[in-house]
């Protein structure tokens, strides 16, 4: 069982920058794809970001691309998301999320479908104002 704990949330101005972290306890960490998801007020979840357990590989959502960095450090057992360029429509509840697999090969389309991510979680708010 793997919890995660997300930081780093509030609110910004069109522009500004913010890092969210998302802590991991309890389990196995360092071995699994580590993906960002959001949810806007009355949208459905959408994927953010990517990373495989080693770091080698990231995936990002076109609408973020340039903009967001995400990163690990299995040592601190704790991914990050950079983002930068924030505009009002990043206005969400962002979530970190812990592959189901541990030490699997994900394809573009599984890091992107969140039903490949077994743990969850509980958010935290990011709201960037014009």
């Known amino acids: 069982q793997v919890q995660l704990v997300e930081s780093g949330g509030g609110l910004v101005q069109a522009g500004d920058s913010l890092r969210l972290s998302c802590a991991a306890s309890g389990g196995t960490f360092s071995g699994r794809a580590m993906g960002w998801f959001r949810q806007a007020p009355g949208k459905e979840r959408e994927f953010v970001a990517a990373i495989t357990w080693n770091g080698g590989s990231t995936y990002y959502a076109d609408f973020v691309k340039g903009r967001f960095t995400i990163s690990r450090d299995n040592g601190k057992n704790t991914v990050y998301l950079q983002m930068s360029s924030l505009k009002p429509e990043d206005t969400a509840v962002y979530y970190c999320?812990?592959?189901?697999?541990?030490?699997?090969?994900?394809?573009?389309?599984?890091?992107?479908?969140?039903?490949?991510?077994?743990?969850w979680g509980q958010g935290t708010q990011v709201t960037v104002s014009s």
């Open positions: 999320a812990a592959n189901r697999r541990v030490y699997a090969t994900m394809s573009v389309a599984d890091c992107g479908d969140s039903k490949e991510y077994r743990y």
